[in-house]
């Protein structure tokens, strides 16, 4: 049994440098917490001459060989992102019998099962908590915890960018535009904010929880995203009237035709625990048939939210190395459930519109709907003028497809002037 165990980071870079700052810090505590001593062997970076506050530069390479190469290195702790080189180094550390801790949610959401497939094959752990919700404690818990549970469900508020920005709009009736510069100020939203505004970011999440969850591979390909960019204030002007608010939701359900899976704005209930998580906070709601409902809820993100997430994976291969028993808990993927297309998958939806204002036109919409097997739930009359009527509808669920074909439908109508917004709506909205 070993009494020293010696880790390399890969990237130093927001989360690398929570990752040092954690290990630093808790140097003393981790022979009683893990029950070995933890020492920082390299530093993987582009650039070693880069000076570096409070690091041993000693330790600093900008050369993967002086890491790959080191037999006495146990641990890699891979924050580089990005699938290239990450993949490869993952691959070759594996190969060579090196455990590896990650947060890389791209390439755990591309190339999640060959990897972990790799860490089984060499008795290595691949663990990585930190891809998901940053530092709260979801993959560990639906992994270990909630294994007896047969899960069905897990929806979800999964970046925290998104999440602060329609906070804003919401408490402060900012429009889309204003709210995202406010979180690039502050540094919650990079200088291209595509990744998460149009919700790609929250896909290779679910990606990797619907996986975890159902036991059956989910990758990113599967997942339909949909952003909040389109959002505007008068949207959420609407669902402050229907007693919601809108979230960037991040939704999986295991059903008997196969996964669900999808990310899209959406109306929530006030009612509903979702509802109350604001700002840059994540949450994650879990159904299981055991359980019943739960909640995992915190910081979604941040250099030491996410680094604690890391060295909690870190802290389980070290005990696991020190009682010769890596590689416990691999891939749980056994299954193949296949998944289903966006197209098959029934939704509520609101829809804003703007009709010309004049006898039939109701009837007319109505009978589109209709004709698509799309049941109006609700339909509002807000405001009229200049020969024009804006009118909403709540439409019960329906497939996607059919909607859809409604929406193309009425879009070629004269009378349909413009249809302004479509946002899906949860299906507890009226309890």
């Known amino acids: 049994m070993k009494d020293k165990i010696r880790a390399a980071i890969l990237g130093m870079g927001t989360v690398g440098t929570g990752v040092y700052k954690i290990m630093m810090g808790q140097k003393d505590e981790f022979p009683h917490k893990a029950g070995v001593e933890l020492e920082v062997a390299k530093i993987l970076v582009r650039n070693a001459k880069k000076p570096r506050e409070g690091v041993d530069m000693s330790i600093v390479t900008d050369k993967w060989e002086d890491i790959i190469n080191d037999d006495s ?14 993949r490869t180094y993952i691959t070759e550390a594996l190969s060579r019998g090196k455990h590896v801790v990650t947060a890389n949610k791209d390439l755990m959401a591309e190339h999640g099962h060959e990897l972990l497939d790799a860490a ?64 690039q100020r502050l540094g919650y939203a990079e200088a291209d904010p595509t990744a998460d505004v149009e919700g790609l970011d929250a896909g290779r999440k679910i990606a990797i929880l619907a996986s975890v969850a159902f036991n059956s591979r989910v990758t990113f390909s599967d997942v339909y995203t949909e952003g909040i960019s389109k959002i505007t204030a008068k949207d959420i002007k609407y669902a402050k009237e229907l007693d919601c608010v809108i979230k960037l939701i991040a939704t999986a359900k295991n059903t008997p035709g196969g996964i669900e899976v999808r990310v899209t704005p959406m109306f929530i209930p006030k009612s509903h625990p979702l509802a109350s998580v604001n700002d840059s906070f994540n949450a994650v709601f879990v159904h299981g048939d055991s359980l019943g409902d739960a909640m995992f809820y915190g910081r979604g993100a941040g250099e030491l939210p996410t680094a604690s997430a890391i060295m909690g994976d870190v802290i389980d291969v070290c005990r696991n190395i020190r009682w010769n028993c890596c590689g416990r808990i691999g891939c749980t993927c056994y299954k193949s459930i296949p998944v289903k297309a966006m197209e098959d998958i029934e939704s509520r939806y609101f829809v804003s519109t703007i009709l010309e204002d004049k006898p039939g036109t109701l009837a007319a919409v109505a009978s589109t709907f209709s004709g698509n097997n799309a049941s109006i739930d609700q339909m509002v009359q807000k405001t009229r003028g200049q020969g024009y009527a804006e009118v909403v509808f709540i439409i019960d669920n329906v497939k996607e497809q059919l909607f859809m074909r409604a929406i193309k439908e009425l879009s070629a109508m004269h009378y349909v002037k413009e249809i302004s917004s479509i946002i899906r709506v949860h299906n507890d909205m009226n309890n």
């Open 73 to 86: 290195i146990d641990i890699i702790i891979e924050v580089m992102g990005g699938i290239e080189p990450a």
């Open 120 to 183: 089984s094959a060499n008795g290595c752990d691949l663990l990585f908590e930190a891809a998901v919700a940053g530092g709260i404690p979801i993959i560990r818990p639906l992994k270990q915890c909630l294994a007896a549970n047969n899960i069905t469900e897990i929806m979800g508020i999964i970046n925290g960018t998104t999440n602060f920005i329609l906070t804003k709009m919401t408490d402060e009736g900012m429009e889309f535009d204003e709210a995202l510069a406010l979180a």
